[in-house]
């Protein structure tokens, strides 16, 4: 298997600009993660699916974010309108079932950079 | 909400010799997974041992191996024989159904 695959690995884009990450998870896996690293606050986890249904959002910073997971195979991040402050690695991991004991399979990242 | 602390930004090791990783955290659940993950400078997150909080025998992979003390609530990683490409972030993970947290890191730095 390919692993998790996050496009693009490196984007550079103007506050107030629409972003849009990418997510493919590892087939056959139900859980997938969001989450944010900065230097500043560490890994953050932004939301999380269990068979494409968003379970917790809680960690999304604002309304400027938005997740969605319209099946198995695919899920986006959105931050419309970027800031210079979104600036971070975005990864995305996915998980082979929903229990809490599983392994997360972590994809590369995406370095966003917001100037 | 549950916390996860590191409390060593940066850790040195002699090639060869053993360190050991501190991570505790706080919780009220009873029903948890924690984690050590590696991140290497290629920035990839890898998983490099996890621990059943209802186990009271410490988990083992190869050269690295948890001392979990429950009541304590710390989960510390110890890596024996360090090589150089132990080299890298190493990050404490606590999981339950309810939340997933990270620790802030420790970089740990092996000297040949």
């Known amino acids: 298997d390919a692993g998790v695959i996050q496009s693009p690995r490196h984007e550079v884009t103007e506050m107030g600009q629409e972003v849009t990450l990418r997510c493919k998870p590892i087939s056959g896996h139900n859980s997938l993660f969001w989450y944010r690293q900065t230097m500043m606050r560490g890994l953050e986890l932004l939301i999380y699916?269990?068979?494409?249904?968003?379970?917790?959002d809680s960690g999304m910073p604002e309304d400027r974010f938005s997740a969605k997971m319209p099946n198995a195979s695919f899920s986006t991040l959105k931050i419309q309108p970027s800031e210079p402050r979104d600036s971070a690695v975005y990864f995305c991991?996915?998980?082979?079932?929903?229990?809490?004991?599983?392994?997360?399979?972590f994809g590369p990242g995406t370095r966003l950079t917001v100037l | 909400a549950q916390t996860v602390t590191q409390s060593q930004p940066e850790m040195s090791v002699q090639e060869a010799e053993t360190v050991t990783l501190s991570c505790t955290y706080d919780t009220s659940e009873s029903d948890y997974y924690l984690f050590w993950y590696k991140q290497p400078p290629s920035r990839q997150m890898i998983l490099v041992i996890r621990q059943e909080a209802y186990k009271q025998q410490n988990a083992t992979e190869n050269r690295f191996s948890v001392n979990f003390q429950k009541a304590a609530k710390s989960f510390s990683l110890k890596i024996s024989d360090s090589q150089l490409g132990d080299a890298a972030m190493y990050f404490c993970a606590y999981r339950s159904a309810n939340d997933m947290r990270f620790g802030a890191g420790t970089r740990l730095t092996v000297k040949p």
């Open positions: 699916f269990n068979n494409n249904v968003p379970i917790d």
């Open positions: 991991a996915s998980c082979p079932g929903t229990g809490s004991y599983n392994e997360q399979f």
